[in-house]
């Protein structure tokens, strides 16, 4: 499956912004769908993790609250809704998918990985 990460851009704090993962090659219900990002100068962490029917999801404790996950199956599309961002948010954005049902905010769990988008929060 190939996947393919958009909607990234510079807003300011407090902002909301929706980014979208975009599946092709197989159909992404067969796929949990993760987010994870990269700071600037920082490791990559996981942000969110939602599993392939939509009924679970998982959020790192950083953006519980601000941040939900969300896919359209019909659309081949896992979005990750942002809201009230700050500016430690700033960060390149990716989605990735993984067959296995365990493993949500382990990048090693991840067998396919979209190219990231940029979001950067100005303050």
């Known amino acids: 499956v190939q996947l393919q990460a958009f909607g990234g851009g510079l807003v300011q704090t407090g902002c909301s912004l929706r980014l979208s993962c975009a599946a092709s090659?197989?159909?992404?219900?067969?796929?949990?769908i993760g987010w994870f990002h990269q700071p600037p100068g920082k490791e990559r962490e996981f942000v969110a993790a939602i599993s392939r029917n939509g009924g679970t999801t998982v959020y790192a404790d950083s953006v519980k609250g601000r941040f939900t996950i969300s896919r359209d199956n019909a659309k081949n599309t896992v979005y990750l809704q942002m809201g009230n961002l700050k500016p430690e948010d700033t960060a390149v954005y990716y989605c990735a998918a993984k067959s296995v049902v365990w493993g949500n905010n382990y990048i090693s769990a991840y067998d396919y990985w979209g190219q990231g988008t940029l979001v950067t929060v100005s303050s």
């Open positions: 090659g197989r159909p992404l219900s067969s796929y949990s």
